[in-house]
């Protein structure tokens, strides 16, 4: 599922508009995101935990050519699904 099927199913599952849902979406979006910029985690009761990480600096290997390639350090979005999340997917 992308961006645009999870609006469309949105809008007709609320009995939203197309554009209400869309501005639901990105507000969402926008919202995890600027929480995961100031380091901040958003726990969604039920579903899981978004949090940012910070992932060292590591030397990598391009898999074509084999040439070792430096990696700098960066922070990475992480997500952790909560037990009823795995208990969903895990019947």
């Given at each position: 599922?992308?961006?645009?099927?999870?609006?469309?199913t949105?809008?007709s599952?609320?009995?939203?508009t197309?554009a209400?849902?869309?501005?639901?979406?990105n507000?969402?979006?926008?919202?995890?995101?600027?929480?995961?910029?100031?380091n901040n985690?958003?726990?969604?009761?039920?579903?899981?935990?978004?949090?940012?990480?910070?992932a060292?600096a590591?030397t990598g290997?391009?898999?074509?050519?084999g040439?070792l390639?430096?990696?700098?350090?960066c922070?990475?979005?992480?997500?952790?699904?909560?037990?009823?999340?795995?208990?969903?997917?895990?019947?």
């Open positions: 599922m992308n961006k645009s099927t999870l609006i469309k949105l809008a599952e609320a009995g939203l197309q209400s849902a869309e501005r639901a979406v507000s969402l979006l926008n919202i995890i995101t600027l929480q995961l910029q100031v985690s958003v726990a969604i009761q039920g579903f899981g935990t978004f949090s940012a990480r910070q060292a590591r290997k391009h898999p074509v050519s040439q390639t430096h990696q700098p350090a922070v990475k979005a992480v997500f952790k699904p909560s037990p009823q999340l795995k208990d969903a997917l895990n019947p």
